[in-house]
């Protein structure tokens, strides 16, 4: 039985590791398009790799996936978050929990999991072919597959499972093309969004803690800590923002109004008591010099000017008009969005193969018996946080469970446990 696994990155390596633990007498390859294995693993989580996240602080799945959200809840039903952590330290990798609830190696070293996953490969005897660029997968008849190289001569296998990852171009899914599958456009997500106030960006590196961002005139928001930089606005606030509304802002070419609550999701009347008091309290103090806590001077100064208040004007002085103008806008603070901003080294994908494509139970293709599709080359995609990892490890182990009972078990039977999806 050959098995041939296109993708050496996360969901590919961990599919092939655990398919030779399921059946060891399967030859399992695996294909990599780059030099080396595991590229986009070495950089997640700014070179820490970010595992996964604890899911303590995830009340809907749909917040957390704002595509796939049926189907990540069939596979973490199966292999969640707990389950990786446990597989990871029984490999002798530490763990830890930051605030945010992000699970890293405690070495705080993605090249700890890369090293873990390569030395897995190699004890189990599956080859990793690198700089092996597939672009076309052959149905053969009556069963088994042909893959077609840029260069070389093709492989025959049995069985194939795709986890090529993202593809920000549709051209990265050609591939696929003449095995008839339903493909969603795919375009980018988790990006910063570039602003055209330049007072705005001279004040970069500014961070906001507790804030609410959302697409003016639409029901996309984001919220949490926002970092202002030299070409606009960053922080898991706007990622956030980007990866709800990927679609829509990409069908707007990037462009739009953007609105920001500086106080997150406290309402103008809030806002409004909160200036008063401040009035009272520092009546003799200029607004400037005695500015909210949450706010660093540099934005206050710079949110003041904005609100038309001048810069010497004393808290006792500014008049109830000045105040309701200034929790106007600080509320309801808005920056014309002029395009997006690539995510340090990081990239993420809206779209790719659609979900009706595939069994929500084995992740094996409706149309192509044998043929498996694992990870982001789905039209799964998460939010920053170590989701969009959690989505490779798990779509790779239930793609590699369903296949080795689809080896072990001829007539079709499956272990993989049966569960009803909302």
């Not at 996936?65 to 039903?77: F, H, Q």
């Not at 093709?154 to 993202?166: K, S, Y």
């Not at 997006?340 to 809206?350: N, Q």
Request: glycine share 10%; aromatic share 8%.
């Amino acid at each position: 039985m050959n098995v041939a696994i296109i993708g050496a990155g996360a969901a590919g390596c961990f599919c092939a590791i655990h398919l030779k633990r399921l059946s060891p007498s399967v030859n399992v390859t695996l294909f990599e398009a780059n030099r080396s294995p595991l590229a986009k693993v070495a950089v997640t989580g700014g070179g820490r790799c970010n595992l996964t996240n604890t899911f303590a602080e995830v009340g809907r799945l749909a917040a957390v996936y704002p595509r796939g959200e049926r189907l990540m809840k069939r596979v973490l039903s199966v292999f969640d978050h707990a389950d990786l952590c446990r597989w990871f330290e029984a490999e002798g990798v530490a763990l830890t929990v930051q605030e945010d609830q992000c699970v890293f190696p405690a070495s705080q070293d993605a090249g700890e999991i890369v090293r873990t996953l390569t030395r897995l490969l190699r004890r189990h005897d599956i080859p990793v072919r690198c700089g092996h660029r597939v672009v076309r997968i052959e149905a053969l008849e009556p069963i088994g597959f042909r893959i077609h190289f840029g260069s070389g001569m093709p492989f025959d296998a049995d069985a194939v499972v795709v986890t090529t990852g993202g593809s920000p171009k549709p051209g990265g899914l050609t591939m696929l093309d003449g095995l008839g599958l339903e493909i969603v456009p795919p375009v980018p997500s988790l990006f910063a969004l570039n602003v055209a106030d330049e007072a705005l960006r001279k004040r970069t590196g500014l961070v906001v803690q507790n804030t609410l961002v959302k697409l003016a005139g639409t029901r996309f928001q984001g919220s949490g800590p926002l970092l202002v930089t030299h070409f606009g606005f960053s922080g898991p606030a706007i990622i956030k923002l980007s990866s709800y509304a990927a679609r829509h802002l990409a069908e707007h070419a990037y462009g739009g109004r953007l609105a920001v609550n500086w106080f997150g999701d406290a309402d103008e009347a809030e806002v409004r008591a909160r200036l008063f008091e401040q009035a009272g309290e520092h009546p003799r103090k200029t607004v400037l010099a005695a500015g909210p806590e949450e706010i660093p001077a540099r934005l206050w100064e710079y949110l003041i000017a904005k609100a038309g208040l001048k810069p010497g004007v004393r808290w006792g002085e500014t008049g109830t008009k000045n105040l309701n103008r200034l929790a106007c806008l600080l509320i309801h603070d808005e920056y014309e969005i002029r395009g997006k901003y690539r995510y340090k080294a990081e990239f993420v994908t809206c779209g790719g193969v659609a979900l009706s494509n595939v069994s929500l139970n084995t992740l094996e293709c409706r149309t192509h018996p044998g043929l498996y599709f694992a990870g982001e080359v789905l039209d799964v995609d998460g939010i920053t946080g170590g989701f969009n990892l959690q989505a490779a490890w798990s779509m790779g182990y239930v793609a590699a469970s369903a296949l080795a009972s689809r080896i072990e078990n001829p007539s079709g039977s499956r272990v993989l446990p049966s569960v009803t999806v909302d």
